[in-house]
């Protein structure tokens, strides 16, 4: 077996997998997590969260498909 | 107060022993319970935490959320060191043992032709980002000389925009060679939706966010490959993830919602 250098796994691959992988299997609690992509959703919380720490090093200069590309939460960026 | 059952995975029966102290989400003991020639990986849970209106509410709360996956991504882990198995959804729960007894009953063939494809496979992640050219980079740290009059600030920006153009073509062309190129190493291969620079906090966009099923005897080759790539893209940069167990392979149940 391959040994990959093992760090910690970033949470945003993790909830890629948990959130739109994994079989879904209607439990007893219902939950529509499976239409809703939580990590979309819940992006600017998210966002404010990583901005604080880390600021977009790079001014996106398109919208990824599939991403919010402009966050609409605060920026934290220097004021000219 | 009543308990209700998280299920982390279905499998076959353990080849190997379970990690003795493995705790998963809310730091309970995780236990086999087995059905049918299956064993579902449970822990119990306390409904308080995991009724659906509770569990909706937790589900916004990100340190809440990232303690849960991490929990849930522990025991999958675990049980990958033993046998193949097949992950649920996160917060896949359950009433009681027998509730999840019943379950396995429900989609036992399924269960089993899915555990059948899974079987010594694992799960490989490629991600490719648009890398900041260095002159670029440069450029947006420094502020820029102030434009003499509106046609120079209309030329810079011109330029500004088709240098973007082009890093973002070339990233695009070389991801989708990787992406052909590892397709067909890989049994099966996702698309996932590219993640956010600003959440990830990673250097430039993602312009490819790809899973592929990779059989471990295969994996040494695949990594290689994804290696060797690597070294050959100018800009673009390449990260690899895993192994990982096959989550974004695992189909959805016939008859239940995507």
């Not at chain 1, 200069?61 to 609409?72: K, M, Y």
């Not at chain 2, 590892?182 to 099966?188: F, I, K, R, T, W």
Request: charge should be negative; glycine fraction near 6%.
């Amino acid at each position: 077996m391959t040994v990959v250098e093992r760090r910690e796994v970033a949470l945003v691959d993790l909830l890629d997998r948990l959130l739109a992988g994994g079989v879904v299997i209607t439990g007893d609690v219902t939950l529509r997590i499976a239409d809703v992509d939580l990590v979309r959703i819940d992006l600017n919380a998210l966002i404010s969260s990583v901005n604080e720490q880390v600021p977009s090093p790079f001014e996106i200069p398109r919208a990824v498909p599939g991403t919010t590309a402009a966050p609409d939460g605060p920026r934290t960026e220097e004021p000219p | 107060m009543t308990g209700l059952r998280y299920v982390y995975a279905v499998c076959r029966p353990l080849g190997a022993p379970l990690q003795a102290q493995l705790t998963g989400v809310a730091g309970a003991p995780v236990k086999q319970l087995p059905h049918h020639g299956l064993i579902a990986v449970v822990s119990e849970v306390p409904a308080g935490d995991f009724a659906e209106e509770p569990l909706r509410a937790h589900l916004e709360d990100l340190d809440w959320l990232a303690a849960t996956a991490r929990a849930h991504h522990g025991v999958i882990d675990a049980l990958t060191m033993v046998t193949t198995p097949m992950p649920l959804r996160l917060a896949t729960v359950f009433r009681d043992d027998s509730a999840v007894r019943c379950m396995i009953q429900s989609w036992e063939d399924h269960i089993r032709s899915t555990l059948e494809r899974l079987q010594g496979r694992v799960e490989w992640g490629v991600k490719v980002y648009l890398s900041a050219e260095p002159a670029h980079a440069a450029a947006a740290a420094a502020p820029a000389p102030k434009p003499a009059s509106g046609r120079d600030y209309l030329r810079q920006r011109r330029q500004q925009t088709r240098a973007h153009e082009d890093l973002w073509q070339q990233a695009e062309a070389f991801a989708s060679r990787l992406h052909d190129k590892l397709s067909a190493l890989a049994e099966e291969s996702r698309l996932h939706a590219p993640q956010s620079a600003a959440l990830s906090g990673a250097a430039g966009p993602n312009v490819l966010n790809a899973a592929y099923l990779v059989p471990r005897a295969r994996s040494e080759e695949f990594v290689e490959v994804v290696d060797r790539m690597r070294d050959d893209a100018a800009g673009p940069r390449v990260e690899l993830t895993g192994p990982w167990a096959a989550y974004s392979f695992v189909g959805d149940l016939p008859g239940e919602e995507a």
